[in-house]
């Protein structure tokens, strides 16, 4: 179904190049807001209630007041937002926030890794320096890690790893990128929250809600792992980092991130607020 869209749309959604990790945010500015809204409107948004499929891997229930995107409309969005352009991504939105999940097939991750919040901490502010260079390699202004929002912790029940980030601007500003991890058997969903600083914790705390309606299909939960299934070379404190950015350094966690930690989904402004509350009020 085709939603209404006003000229008020988000302008600043950007998603990871290489591995995604903790998410660094970027406004990316149009120079026809005109027409990208037309072209926002365009796409093809199945709005709730109805179920999204996050390609053959997972669903989610996309309740009233919420919409979702398929991996092509999703590609489609990131571009029209001047950002690099991803397949097999989706996007689920609320009338306070979005998200951006996908599915990264790294093998199973075994879950039974202690998490040391201040050592993890430690290697994201060490990875700002490189991780600036190569944000300025592509015309991006830099950003710094504060703190946490939310520590690092995992829920063994739910199989979900999350955490939140504080990250600092030039100009001082401030934003908040939160981050949930889920568990499969064959490995990991990447789902990032974008949303209004101001607002985090309300809206952390109802997009946890939406994902008691998601699970992956029959066959890829976490439980299900057979004998011989892949295993990944890395655990839980290595994908608060970026996983593979971890093994490929060989040497300690902060060492080498930079190049891996390039972009990650922004957080948004009002805008994106506006937009959404008329889409749904429309409906």
């Known amino acids: 179904m085709r939603a209404p869209f006003t000229r008020s749309v988000v302008l600043g959604c950007a998603v990871a190049l290489g591995v995604l990790t903790a998410p660094a945010p970027s406004w990316a500015q149009q120079p026809d807001e005109d027409r990208t809204s037309r072209e926002i409107r365009a796409l093809n948004w199945q709005r709730g209630p109805t179920e999204g499929k996050i390609g053959a891997t997972a669903a989610i229930k996309v309740g009233e007041g ?7 409309n999703t590609r489609r969005f990131l571009e029209l937002n001047g950002n690099p352009g991803r397949d097999n991504h989706y996007t ?5 926030w979005f998200a951006v999940f996908f599915f990264k097939d790294s093998g199973y ?21 490189p991780a600036n260079e190569e944000r300025k ?19 063994v029940n ?7 980030v504080r990250l600092r601007q030039d100009d001082g500003r401030s934003t ?8 499969g058997r064959r490995g990991v969903m990447h789902a990032t929250l974008v949303a209004t600083a101001t607002a985090i914790d309300r809206d952390i705390a109802d997009f946890k809600t939406a994902l008691t309606g998601y ?32 093994v490929a350094t060989k040497s300690g966690f902060g060492k080498a ?14 805008a994106i607020m506006a937009f959404a509350r008329k889409l749904f009020r429309r409906g």
């Open 92 to 96: 689920l939105l609320s009338q306070e």
């Open 158 to 164: 739910t199989r979900r790893l999350e955490w939140g």
């Open 257 to 270: 991130l930079g190049k891996f930690l390039v972009v990650g989904v922004v957080a948004a402004g009002g």
């Open 109 to 129: 991750v075994k879950d039974d890794e202690k998490l040391d919040a201040a050592a993890l901490l430690k290697s994201l502010q060490e990875s700002d320096k």
């Open 215 to 246: 699970d992956f299909v029959p066959g890829e939960r976490y439980a299900e792992f057979r004998s011989g299934d892949r295993v990944a070379e890395y655990g839980l404190a290595a994908l608060v980092l970026g996983g593979a950015a971890v």
């Open 137 to 155: 390699r592509l015309n991006m202004p830099p950003l710094y890690t504060d703190g946490w929002q939310v520590p690092p912790h995992y829920d």
């Open 66 to 72: 919420q919409a979702f995107l398929d991996a092509a």
């Open 176 to 183: 908040i990128n939160y981050t949930i991890r889920i568990l």
